[in-house]
């Protein structure tokens, strides 16, 4: 699997934009998809996740965007979402989309879990 991340960009605090993942194959659907980012000098933090449709499909998001950011996926299109709305400066970070197989329930935040992964898009909050 391929990733292709795309999106981001550069944004005043309080706006939105929306980040995209297209995945190549035809085998989208059976990947759990997620969404992490990273800032300088700083670990790789788990942003959102959307599960396989086997998996059900549930969305998980991290502490520090609930209620401000939606994951989605499109299977039709091989592409996976991120609705960034209410954008602050922390948010500021290089954004990666992930693919993994079979990834349980409990593992759904953890990168490793994740055996694909694309660039990276950044993404810049300014206040």
């Known amino acids: 699997v391929q990733l292709q991340a795309s999106g981001g960009g550069l944004a005043q605090a309080g706006a939105s934009l929306r980040l995209s993942c297209a995945a190549s194959?035809?085998?989208?659907?059976?990947?759990?998809m997620g969404w992490f980012r990273q800032a300088p000098g700083r670990d790789r933090e788990f942003v959102a996740a959307?599960?396989?449709?086997?998996?059900?499909?549930?969305?998980h998001y991290g502490d520090s965007v609930k209620g401000r950011f939606s994951i989605s996926r499109d299977n039709r299109k091989n592409t996976a979402y991120l609705q960034m709305n209410g954008l602050k400066p922390e948010d500021t970070a290089l954004y990666y989309c992930?693919?993994?197989?079979?990834?349980?329930?409990?593992?759904?935040?953890?990168?490793?879990?994740?055996?694909?992964w694309g660039q990276g898009t950044l993404v810049t909050v300014s206040s």
């Open positions: 992930a693919a993994g197989g079979g990834v349980i329930l409990s593992a759904i935040r953890t990168p490793t879990a994740y055996g694909y």
């Open positions: 194959g035809n085998t989208f659907s059976r990947y759990s």
């Open positions: 959307i599960r396989s449709s086997a998996g059900g499909g549930s969305t």
